[in-house]
């Protein structure tokens, strides 16, 4: 069974997303209309909340854009690390395999910290070892020098 890419799914969920803000923007409108004040209060409160995901949202889609881009640059280049961990039943590289091989991307980043190619290969390092937050933020900090090597 193939899996939906990850740039397929997170489009799939930003639709969803955005059809459910308008929903809670119409019913937002519903109440305000009602002349109520807890109706107008909530109503109010339900409009502000829908800009704050949209936002949220749009900040998160510029992110995956912009790092899947240097991805793609990288592996152009072909700077990418190559991709030989041992795998879970799940497909995900093994977290004790991929925390071995950490040591080296954190190594290239503190001898050239300016290198976005460095961070970005810190940040895959990290989203393999599980590391998530460490992940995102490497890899803004690769976007931001990339962008301001431009």
């Known amino acids: 069974m193939k899996f939906p890419s990850a740039r397929a799914s997170t489009l799939v969920m930003a639709a969803l997303l955005v059809i459910y803000l308008v929903f809670v923007v119409q019913y937002a409108v519903i109440l ?3 002349g109520i004040p807890v ?31 240097l991805v793609r640059v990288l592996e152009g280049e ?25 040591p080296l991307y954190r190594a290239e980043v503190e001898a050239d910290p300016a290198s976005w190619r460095a961070w970005l290969r810190l940040g895959l390092a990290y989203d393999a070892s599980g590391d998530r937050k460490r992940a995102r933020w490497a890899t803004r900090k690769a976007i931001a020098l990339e962008r301001a090597e431009r």
């Open 39 to 69: 109706g107008v209060t909530l109503g109010v409160a339900l409009i502000v909340l829908p800009v704050i995901g949209a936002g949220l949202l749009a900040a998160d889609l510029i992110f995956a854009f912009r790092g899947e881009r």
């Open 78 to 102: 072909g700077g990418l690390p190559v991709d030989d961990l041992p795998r879970l039943p799940s497909g995900r590289p093994d977290p004790a395999a991929a925390d071995a091989e950490f």
């Open 32 to 34: 305000m209309t009602t």
